[in-house]
């Protein structure tokens, strides 16, 4: 057992825990790029686009996030790809938060009123026109409180990449647990860290919500 006073396990959770919020901001802003594509693809009239990112949708919606770790890790290790955690906890957050993503803001982008795509198409605009000048400025209104609530679920996510030895949060958790053999202590600190980062953001989409409830 090694010695490690309760300011040393506290330094080496803060630690390893900027790489759980550095992989959920790229797992955000890649994963919201992507979904801004497959929205896109999504909302489009050209049916093989639809069909598409319907297939993504469901592959990535439909398939446990540890699999698509398992699959992106150790199975591209099978075809000799050598890839690191880094970027296999990167790649499957990201291709997980995209789909969910562009579902989010499908249901804000369908919530627009017809008249308003019938009011742009009238004026000549194409469809990205359309969704760039009238829809997407009118869905981003709707869609900012579920996209802050699902940030949570991302930074819980980050948690599963440490079966694939990625070293964030839990993963370092579970080190120091062995080392010290203080579980309680370890995963204890653990979950305050987690809910000190997932709490405010918690608050603030309900914030956001009361807002916009109120404002319409």
């Known amino acids: 057992m090694s010695d490690f006073s309760l300011w040393d396990i506290i330094r080496n959770l803060l630690l390893a825990g900027r790489w759980t919020v550095l992989l959920s901001l790229i797992a955000f802003v890649c994963g919201g790029l992507v ?11 050209a049916r093989l686009l639809r069909k598409f990112a319907v297939m993504y949708i469901e592959l990535f919606q439909g398939t446990p996030l540890l699999m698509q770790l398992f699959l992106l890790f150790f199975g591209l290790s099978l075809t000799g790809m050598q890839v690191s ?23 804000c982008v369908e919530a627009i009123p017809r008249g308003q795509w019938e009011a742009s198409a009238s004026t000549a605009m194409t469809y990205i026109e359309q969704m760039r000048h009238v829809i997407l400025p009118q869905a981003l209104r709707i869609a900012v409180a579920p996209t802050v609530g699902f940030s949570v679920q991302v ?12 070293v964030e949060l839990t993963k370092a958790g579970s080190m120091i647990s062995n080392a010290t053999f203080a579980p309680f202590t370890v995963y204890g600190l653990i979950a305050l860290m987690y809910f000190c980062l997932c709490f405010p953001l918690s608050l603030y989409a309900r914030r956001l919500e009361r807002k916009i409830n109120v404002s319409r």
């Open 35 to 45: 979904g801004i594509a497959i929205l896109m693809m999504r909302t489009s009239s």
């Open 85 to 107: 955690p880094w970027l296999a906890a990167s790649v499957a957050l990201t291709l997980f938060t995209s789909a969910y993503l562009a579902e989010i803001w499908r249901g």
């Open 155 to 166: 930074v819980k996510a980050t948690a599963v990449t440490s079966i694939i030895g990625f």
